[in-house]
């Protein structure tokens, strides 16, 4: 088991936004985690990445208790968040950027190859290699997102929407990346309002509700659940 969540809660202020969340990720893997608007799945991430601290409950990677570990500590064990909406450097190039993802590493020439890789799964940034981060289109910064959390090389690549924003020729595109990526034998835990290309490529999900994990299972029976087709996928 790679990580493992026992029973964490999570608090903003009085708002309680996770009541008890247990949830494992094995190796090798893509778990989704799939829930209606403000359901807690971005408040998830942040209790995993270290953002926010947890009010209770455990968090384990690679067997070892991080629950109070600092974010940046995190990424150095090999736990990297893609953050929602871009979060890239708007000042910097495409190339300097991706450098930015690898500044904890010193292996030269597997940050090289790393970089080929990126270029590789995304010919649109090697083609803008030069240009800033912030004159990107909306898509091509979610795509220099994925990319520069590859650029740590993650044991465990926590994936924010995304898809948010894309048109849907590039959401099928970012998706395909997505499983080239664990098949490539990254780890990935996804987070997603669309549901359906969520649970067609994960191995397995978990849905949330108002800060509580309700159901559970491979990502083919989820996809065919009725009560999920119902909430999540638009057919009742
Ligand atoms: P979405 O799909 O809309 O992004 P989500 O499932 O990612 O939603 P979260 O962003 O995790 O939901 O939010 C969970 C709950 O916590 C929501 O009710 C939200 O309003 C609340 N919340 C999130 N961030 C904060 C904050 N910084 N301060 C107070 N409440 C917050």
């Known amino acids: 088991m790679l990580l493992e969540i026992d029973d964490v809660s999570l608090l903003y202020g009085r708002i309680q936004a996770l009541h008890g969340i247990s949830l494992t990720v094995n190796e090798g893997e893509i778990v989704a985690l799939i829930g209606a608007n403000g359901a807690g799945k971005s408040t998830t991430m942040r209790a ?94 979610q795509m220099l997102a994925v990319g520069r959390a590859l650029m740590s090389r993650p044991k465990l690549l926590l994936l924010d929407e995304p898809s948010m924003g894309l048109a849907p020729m590039l959401i099928q595109q970012i998706f395909s990346i997505i499983t080239e990526i664990n098949e490539q034998g990254t780890t990935i835990l996804l987070v997603e309002q669309n549901a359906q290309q969520a649970l067609a490529r994960a191995h397995r999900a978990y849905v949330l509700e108002t800060g509580r994990i309700v159901k559970s299972g491979t990502g083919a029976e989820l996809l065919h659940d009725p009560s999920v087709k119902e909430a999540y996928l638009g057919v009742a």
């Not at 270290?50 to 995190?74: H, N, Q, W």
């Open 48 to 141: 995993i990445s270290g953002i926010r601290p947890v009010a209770s409950g455990r968090i384990r990677f690679e067997g070892e208790d991080i629950t109070k570990l600092r974010a940046d500590l995190r990424v150095r064990r090999g736990l990297c968040q893609a953050p929602e909406g871009r979060g890239i450097f708007p000042g910097m190039t495409v190339l300097e950027n991706l450098d930015m993802g690898a500044y904890t590493r010193r292996d030269r020439a597997g940050i090289a190859q790393d970089l080929n890789r990126v270029m590789e799964l995304f010919p649109r940034l090697a083609e803008r290699r030069k240009q800033q981060g912030g004159t990107l289109s909306g898509g091509e910064q």
